[in-house]
Nanobody, 126 residues
Framework: QARPVESGGGSVQTGGSLKLSCDVS????????MGWFRRQAPGEEREEIA???????TASYADAVQGRFTISLDGNRLYLQLDDVKTEDTGMYYC????????????????????WGQGIQVTVYP
């Protein structure tokens, strides 16, 4: 499977909006989970911030982005809408996908993902 390709990043002022996109055409089976991860600074671990289950569209979010970010899936494109951004949202954003299978949550399934793309930079300035 090809590495995901993220797009749509850039610089935005605090309180503004941005929409990220990712080609997930290699992950079309109904039992796939899709997710967005973020690395806030070089050397830090990536953290999952949002995921969505292709089978039923169920989405979940990290507390830090709940109510401000929205994950969505449209065919072969995965999106992350960033609203009311804060300076702490600055970082590299990566999309991911994993077969849910026997995992009891998309978060657990996505923790197995290793085929990272280059990511996309988001910079939020005051």
């Amino acid at each position: 499977q090809a590495r995901p390709v993220e797009s749509g990043g850039g610089s935005v002022q605090t309180g503004g909006s941005l929409k990220l996109s990712c080609d997930v055409s290699d992950y079309t089976k109904i039992d796939y989970c899709m997710g967005w991860f973020r690395r806030q600074a070089p050397g830090e671990e990536r953290e999952e911030i949002a995921d969505i289950y292709r089978r039923d569209g169920t989405a979940s979010y990290a507390d830090a982005v709940q109510g401000r970010f929205t994950i969505s899936l449209d065919g072969n494109r995965l999106y992350l809408q960033l609203d009311d951004v804060k300076t702490e949202d600055t970082g590299m954003y990566y999309c991911s996908a994993a077969f849910r299978g026997v995992w009891d949550s998309c978060r657990r399934a996505l923790a197995t993902f290793r085929n990272w793309g280059q990511g996309i930079q988001v910079t939020v300035y005051p």
